[in-house]
């Protein structure tokens, strides 16, 4: 046989073989595409998990972690990567302001004091709790509408002659602890609270005033303005007032 002839029939044969074995081989397989490895920029706070009202004794119901981002995480906050025990260490704590439900957890509103009432417990370091008789029907009291955690002057008052009438101011710039036995508004409630006495925070000093000074006439509260905590009451030197009996005036003592 022509040798050309055969080594062309030779190669036919082989392009042949090449196309069955192309056309009989399984498609390569797909590329694997990993999927990118997203980091989560949060960390576990520790929140509350329920509404928790002043003097809660907190338990295992009342605490949760919950991812938080971390730009929002101030250092008053507790995470699990710094405390990854705080909620066995907080069990039994006081609350010693009302905190909402999802609201973060901060230290300075927990108390934990064995065996301790829970108005010790809410009271700062170098404060009293003293309580004063009030008027029950609100009179003493901007009509009832003095609340817990309000801010109050104390103001005492003297009839002299049945008719002449003094002010004196005993205390400034108060805290409302408690009116009767109620330590906070209730949610949803009507706004007013009654109640035959009022606990308030005051120092020593203060409380010293106010026992002496409640023992010598009617004490009212004086509501304060949000606006105004921290500043001084100012007294006028003369706080008598003036009475017109029969179209004349006088002043209490006979000024």
Do not use: C, Y
């Amino acid at each position: 046989m022509n040798p050309i002839r055969l080594f062309m029939i030779l190669g036919v044969l082989l392009a042949v073989a090449a196309g069955f074995f192309m056309l009989s081989d399984d498609p390569p397989p797909a590329p694997v595409v990993e999927a990118p490895i997203i980091r989560k920029d949060t960390q576990d706070v520790l929140v509350a998990q329920r509404e928790i009202t002043v003097g809660t004794v907190i338990s295992d119901l009342d605490l949760q972690w919950v991812e938080w981002p971390n730009a929002a995480i101030s250092s008053i906050m507790i995470t699990k990567a710094a405390e990854p025990d705080a909620t066995v260490a907080l069990k039994g704590s006081i609350a010693r302001s009302a905190l909402m439900q999802g609201e973060p957890i901060r230290r300075e509103k927990l108390v934990k004091g064995q065996n301790a009432g829970f108005l010790s417990a809410i009271l700062p370091s170098g404060m009293r709790a003293v309580s004063i008789a009030i008027d029950g029907q609100g009179t003493t009291n901007a009509g009832g509408f003095v609340l817990p955690n309000d801010r109050v002057d104390v103001v005492r008052t003297n009839r002299f002659g049945g008719e002449d009438a003094k002010a004196e101011l005993l205390v400034s710039d108060v805290l409302v602890l408690a009116i009767g036995r109620s330590v906070q508004e209730q949610p949803g409630g009507d706004r007013t609270i009654q109640g035959a006495n009022a606990t308030l925070q005051v120092t020593h000093e203060q409380a010293q005033q106010l026992l002496v000074g409640a023992q010598g006439g009617g004490v009212s509260l004086v509501l304060r303005s949000l606006l105004d905590a921290g500043r001084p009451t100012r007294v006028a030197k003369d706080t008598s007032v003036t009475i017109i009996k029969f179209g004349s005036e006088s002043r209490p003592g006979g000024r």
